[in-house]
Nanobody, 120 residues
Framework: QVPLAESGGGLVQAGGSLRLSCVTS????????MGWFRQAPGRDREFVAA????????SYSDSVKGRFTISRDLAKNTVFLQMNSLKPEDTAVYFC?????????????WGRGTQVTVSS
């Protein structure tokens, strides 16, 4: 069972905005952090943003800093990615991820992804 479910992807023109959501379900694990990654065709999966579940300290890749905002709703076990000033190079499948402990750098759980397409 995939414990993470993304939504909110779609087609948008350059300069537009989208808001992605990811809700956790069927959880039998703790949450240390949640993050968003993306993978464009022919490219490796890359880090986009992450948020600590308790603080909420955030981090962003340089390519999205100032345009994307990650946030979370503890009561709803949901993490969001607000994407503004979208560019064609933001086109990718966006994956939600969950890190259950502070050890190492790998995230433990992944969603199936949601497609974001930005037209020029």
């Amino acid at each position: 069972q995939v414990p993470l479910a993304e939504s909110g992807g779609g087609l948008v023109q350059a300069g537009g905005s989208l808001r992605l959501s990811c809700v956790t379900s069927g959880r039998a694990f703790s949450t240390y952090a949640m993050g968003w990654f993306r993978q464009a065709p022919g490219r490796d999966r890359e880090f986009v943003a992450a948020i600590l579940w308790s603080t909420p300290e955030t981090s962003y890749s340089d390519s999205v800093k100032g345009r994307f905002t990650i946030s979370r709703d503890l009561a709803k076990n949901t993490v969001f990615l607000q994407m503004n000033s979208l560019k064609p190079e933001d086109t990718a499948v966006y994956f939600c991820s969950l890190k259950s402990n502070p050890y190492g750098s790998s995230f433990d759980y992944w969603g199936r992804g949601t497609q974001v397409t930005v037209s020029s």
